[in-house]
């Protein structure tokens, strides 16, 4: 099969497992859960689903010469993901560590048509559970992975913050030394850097985003609280989910939802805030291989070292935040 990726281009896809489990109910499923949750439901950021995504992480591992059972990984990593992506994480107080799909990762797809799909092509499926035995796809923060440089392309796309020749230029930058991503140039590196921070300030650790997460958060407790979603309901995909919230009569509920909108606004206010939320930071430290040697940005480049530990610092912690939001009423 031929796969057109608006990122990474055209590749073809010739292995009978990979579009075997790309056709699958369990990847189908991704198409309609949107990588950025809510602000991509109700249009705030790019409709970027997490089948794109799971997808191109495949074929980043592919065109570094990852072998098949990475690229099969790359595949099934955001599998149990749940409907509005990482705002669960926020209802199930994990702001920061946003893990719950991977804590959930097993008993999800012990469920789906995974196990005996994988057997019969003579794989055991919990083979593909542990993301750390595959190093192209998964790297502890900060280096570079499949997985985050995906992500961020595709954002950064969305964003403004990248062009397709900026995208081109990464990713031919790409090569693999002691068995983990790296750049071959400098150049490049200070690129996915910087680049990187924007996008984290600009969309992933928004105050805006951060606000409509919580809200949303908020409204989902709340459905929880009075029996109108049950935890099941988190793998529906999102607009069911959104619906279903929606059906409920329940004031308090109500009030929470008609909050999530462009339109709504936070204020910082550290007197009277509607609530205290922290988030997950996410900054980069590319390594260069140079030499045969894998280099952090950060020891060849003090100023993005210094620009680097500036934006931690500044954006750590909970943030008080105020809801803004004409002719509304918080319950």
């Known amino acids: ?33 949107m990588q950025h949750g809510i602000s991509g439901l109700i249009g705030v950021t790019a409709p970027i689903t997490r089948y794109e995504h799971s ?5 980043v591992v592919r065109r ?30 994990g702001h920061d560590d946003q893990s719950y799909h991977d804590e959930m990762k097993e008993h999800y797809l012990a469920q789906t048509e995974l196990p005996a799909l994988l057997a019969a092509y003579g794989y055991d499926w919990r083979l593909f559970l542990d993301e750390a035995a595959f190093p192209l796809l998964e790297q502890p923060s ?14 950064a796309q969305a964003l ?7 995208i081109q230029f990464v990713v031919e930058s790409l090569v693999v030394g002691h068995g983990r991503i790296a750049v071959n140039n400098l150049e490049a590196a200070r690129w996915l850097g910087y680049t990187y921070i924007q996008a984290d300030d600009a969309s992933w650790a928004n105050f ?16 929880l609280a009075v029996g109108s979603i049950h935890e099941a309901d988190f793998w529906l995909t999102d607009e069911p989910f959104w619906h279903k919230l929606h059906d409920s009569d329940d004031a308090d509920l109500q009030q929470w939802l ?38 952090p940005l950060s020891t060849l480049d003090a100023d993005f070292a210094h620009y680097r530990q500036d934006y931690l610092q500044r954006k750590q912690g909970k943030w008080p935040m105020r809801v803004v939001s004409v002719n509304r009423n918080l319950p």
């Open 160 to 166: 403004g913050l990248a062009d397709a020749g900026q």
């Open 64 to 93: 570094l010469g990852g072998s098949l059972e990475e690229q099969m990984a790359a595949l099934l990593h955001d599998a149990s993901h749940t409907a509005f992506s990482h705002v669960i994480d926020y209802v199930v107080d």
């Open 258 to 295: 008609n909050l999530i909108s462009p339109q709504t606004r936070f204020e910082w206010d550290e007197i009277n805030p509607t609530f205290r939320v922290s988030t997950k930071l996410r900054a980069i430290d590319p390594d260069v291989l140079a030499d045969g040697q894998l280099i």
């Open 208 to 223: 805006h985003e951060v606000g409509l997460y919580e809200v949303t958060a908020q409204a989902i407790r709340r459905a």
């Open 142 to 155: 900060p280096r570079l992975c499949a997985d985050r440089l995906d992500y961020f392309l595709r954002d």
């Open 55 to 59: 997808v191109g992480a495949m074929l």
């Open 1 to 33: 099969m031929h796969y057109n990726d608006t990122i990474l281009g055209t590749a073809n896809i010739s292995e009978p497992v990979l579009a075997a489990l790309m056709d699958t109910a369990v990847l189908q499923r991704l198409k309609g859960i």
